[in-house]
């Protein structure tokens, strides 16, 4: 394999298995101003692809270990979202080649011997559009992101968390696993409104996004703001106690935090009430029993006096401690029982 080191130009890799091919065309190719690398084969070309992702290929049909539409087809295989343009080289110019060439993905072909000018314009004119095409493609995900995106904290938003636990459920109920949501609500937002103005308060509402995302940092959980001051965090794989310890994990950041809230009637700072569910999922189910199910355990919590989180099914519990203590002791009378 050889290549030029001139990182600012596009990349063009030559998979022929005539050497005297090979260097005729780095010859052209880098006197218009492209890198080149070399591969003689097939499996070369497959390695060096992965290794270099090249802006186009030149590809030969006929190569010692497969013919040049296997290789195509694997290559393309490789980096699919990319879609790295192919430029077939045939000696045959029948419909036989030219097909097998676009059925493997082949963007374009060129017959044997070809004239360089010729050749030269279809380089630069399938790179333009591959470089065009990669632009459409960031420029879609970037406006995909900001759909889902909550502007002012950054988190996923209600459209982003309700298509995330769509998935999800459906997920853990093939696998049969459980999952776990905790809904979370600002103590007296309103009040903290009132009392420092809504600047504050979205300068409040930051800071705890910030918290909370930190809290919960497994890549298959999601922290979306839910509405309002009210936030949610999806736990896939998560059983009733993993979703506990991340609520009292997220209650006890908050309160470290210290926003001061002069006008609490819980605490003089910023504090949080949580609502807990956790499910396997049936086949058929609705998630929408999900939230039924933390949203009752919010209300719950609210009613325990706030600045604490509600596991569902459990008494209102203010301190992982006392959580945990109780665990044990049952596991230990079951033990003694049985």
Not at 48 to 61: A, G, I, M, R, S
Not at 80 to 90: C, F, R
Not at 246 to 265: F, G, K
């Amino acid at each position: 394999m050889k290549v030029t080191l001139q990182e600012n130009q596009s990349l063009v890799l030559i998979v022929d298995n005539e050497a005297f091919n090979r260097q005729e065309l780095r010859f052209l190719l880098e006197q218009s101003g492209y890198r080149v690398a070399e591969a003689k084969d097939g499996t070369e070309a497959i390695n060096v692809f992965q290794q270099l992702h090249p802006e186009l290929v030149l590809l030969d049909t006929i190569l010692p270990d497969m013919d040049g539409f296997e290789c195509c087809s694997k290559l393309l295989s490789i980096d699919e979202n990319k879609h790295t343009p192919v430029l077939m080289i045939t000696e045959f110019e029948n419909t036989e080649s030219i097909e097998n060439g676009f059925r493997a993905g082949a963007t374009d072909y060129i017959i044997k011997p070809f004239y360089w000018p010729v050749l030269g314009f279809r380089v630069r004119r399938l790179i333009e559009e591959s470089q065009l095409h990669q632009k459409l493609v960031a420029a879609n995900l970037e406006l995909q992101r900001l759909v889902t995106i909550d502007f002012l904290t950054q988190l996923a938003n209600r459209r982003r968390f309700e298509e995330y636990m769509d998935h999800e459920w459906r997920r853990m109920a093939r696998l049969q696993q459980p999952v776990s949501l905790i809904l979370l609500d600002v103590d007296f937002f309103k009040s903290y409104n009132d009392t420092y103005g809504h600047q504050s308060g979205d300068r409040a509402l930051i800071e705890i996004a910030k918290v909370i995302q930190n809290v919960v940092q497994r890549p298959a959980d999601l922290v979306a703001r839910y509405g309002g001051e009210e936030f949610a965090v999806i736990l896939p794989e998560t059983d009733a106690l993993g979703a506990a310890h991340v609520a009292q994990r997220i209650c006890s950041a908050i309160r470290r935090l210290a926003i001061p809230h002069i006008n609490s009637q819980v605490s003089s700072h910023v504090t949080l009430s949580a609502g807990l569910a956790t499910l396997i999922p049936e086949p058929s189910s609705n998630f929408e029993e999900m939230i039924a199910a933390a949203d009752k355990g919010l209300y719950q919590a609210k009613a325990a006096g706030r600045d604490c989180f509600k596991p569902n099914n459990l008494q209102s519990i203010c301190n992982m401690r006392v959580f945990l203590s109780q665990i044990l002791m049952s596991q230990e009378e079951s033990s003694r029982v049985s």
